[in-house]
């Protein structure tokens, strides 16, 4: 597929098929949009909800699987008090909302990139980095590291999915890191991510290796300065953050 990475600002009316929750917090939705063109794995979309009243809202949201005709999915974080996520999270089979995207073309996978692929992800900021993921997948290509940061266990957005593939796949390595409550067989100390944390597991090479950082600001900031001081060159890392939304 050979998608548009220029944003399409064309709002269209998309239809919810399923929805089913990831965390106690998070939902992963599944909607059909007619005449998708495709999209890249790290793109997102903007959803935009109306009040009777005309009063409106959008939030931007990353899309977590790879292209797949007119069927699009995304996973929402809840959040307390928010206008949004408490919204879709309630979403259910056949109800419609306003969509716009495919957006980005700056933090996206391609599978001709890269022969080494680094995924650090802080909370939701998996979401765009999983799309990667089944990308890969679905393609082949590169060797994949995923680092991913949760307060605990209970955290892990698609625990099921990343034990089996980490299982199945020998492309690929997943480091689990908690930071207030650790699996019991976890080694690891709860923590934020740190120096060690982000180590590369070999010589770093000058080219032919990507790396995505995702989640909230300050982990996105701290996480690309651990790396710039391992060594990987800042023209490989490429980063997308959120603040507080709702």
């Known amino acids: 597929m050979d998608a548009d990475v220029r944003p399409k600002l064309q709002w269209r009316v998309a239809q919810v098929v399923n929805s089913h929750p990831e965390t106690d917090s998070a939902q992963t939705i599944g909607l059909i ?31 977590s699987r790879p292209a797949d005709g007119e069927r699009i ?5 809840r959040v307390a008090d928010g206008e949004v996520s408490p919204y879709l999270i ?12 495919p957006i980005g073309g700056w933090f996206v996978w391609r599978p001709d990139e890269a022969a080494q692929v680094l995924l650090v992800g802080g909370g939701s ?8 993921l089944r990308q890969r997948v679905v393609a082949g290509g590169a060797d994949f ?25 020998d492309w690929l390595s997943v480091a689990l890191l908690y930071t207030r409550a650790a699996a019991a067989d976890t080694a690891r100390p709860p923590g934020r991510v740190g120096y060690a944390d982000l180590a590369p597991a070999g010589s770093i090479p000058d080219r032919g290796i990507c790396v995505y950082v995702c989640g909230p600001t300050g982990f996105v900031e701290s996480a690309t300065a651990k790396l710039i001081a391992h060594g990987y060159r800042p023209s490989a890392i490429r980063t997308e953050r959120f603040g507080p939304s709702n």
Do not use: F, N
Not at 73 to 77: G, M, N, P, R, S
């Open 33 to 63: 949009v007619p005449g998708w063109g495709g999209h890249l794995a790290g793109q997102h979309i903007d959803l935009k909800l109306t009040a009777e009243d005309g009063y409106s809202a959008q939030r931007s949201y990353s899309l």
């Open 73 to 77: 999915e995304l996973t929402v974080q």
């Open 90 to 101: 309630g979403l259910a089979a056949g109800d419609e909302i306003e969509l716009r995207g």
């Open 125 to 132: 900021g998996i979401v765009p980095l999983m799309a990667m």
């Open 145 to 169: 590291r995923l680092v991913y940061s949760v307060r605990s266990p209970a955290d892990v957005y698609y625990a099921d999915e990343l034990g089996r593939l980490e299982r199945e796949c």
